[in-house]
């Protein structure tokens, strides 16, 4: 198993543009999340699916951020426009449900300058 | 609420000796509870999970933690540290009834020659 996988690794774009952050989660895994991780902040829930259904988006930080997970094996997070506060690692995880332990990607080192 | 408390931010160690890593947990129900390892630059690690079977859990790469619910704990140790084990330690909590996972602030483990 290839586990998470999330594209780009890194990202560099200019304030306003438009970023898309993707993961392909671990197959047959019915969970799928998105987390940030900043120093000041540690590392935040932004958003969970469930069978590609969205279940809880309230640590999503504004309307500028976006998820979707139009199947199984494909998610996206979507920030317009972008800010430079907005500059973290972005982690996409999985987990087959159950009270497992999530499979983390690599992760996105997003930097909006 | 469940939430989870780490109680040191940097521990240091000489290679070779004993690592403990702290952690208190709150929680109204029989918690599930996770340790994760992130190296630097890199993803997060499940190291172990407790799940409500034996107390003394047995993870990957030597570590192990006790759960203690008289002293709402759940530390992580290893006998014997090595350079490589220098990392972030996250002490995680799921929310019951979820599959969320709520992260502590994370101990930084110093290994020194």
């Known amino acids: 198993d290839a586990g998470v996988i999330q594209s780009p690794r890194h990202e560099v774009t200019e304030m306003g543009q438009e970023v898309t952050l993707r993961c392909k989660p671990i197959s047959g895994h019915d969970y799928l999340f998105w987390y940030r991780q900043t120093m000041m902040r540690g590392l935040e829930l932004l958003i969970y699916f469930n069978n590609n259904v969205p279940i809880d988006d309230s640590g999503m930080p504004e309307d500028r951020f976006s998820a979707k997970m139009p199947n199984a094996s494909f998610s996206t997070l979507k920030i317009q426009p972008s800010e430079p506060r907005d500059s973290a690692v972005y982690f996409c995880?999985?987990?087959?449900?159950?009270?497992?332990?999530?499979?983390f990607g690599s992760g996105t080192r997003l930097t909006v300058v | 609420a469940q939430s989870v408390t780490q109680l040191d931010s940097h521990v240091s160690v000489s290679e070779g000796t004993p690592v403990l890593l702290r952690c208190n947990y709150s929680s109204s129900y029989s918690p599930s509870l996770f340790w994760y390892v992130q190296h630097p630059n890199k993803g997060l690690q499940l190291l172990l999970k407790y799940t409500s079977a034996a107390t003394l859990v047995k993870g990957i790469n030597g570590f192990e933690a006790e759960f203690k619910k008289s002293e709402t704990s759940f530390h992580l140790t290893k006998p014997s540290a090595h350079m490589s084990d220098a990392a972030e330690y996250f002490c995680v909590v799921s929310v019951i009834y979820t599959d969320k996972l709520i992260f502590g602030t994370g101990t930084r483990l110093q290994v020194f020659p």
């Open positions: 995880a999985s987990n087959p449900g159950g009270g497992y332990g999530y499979t």
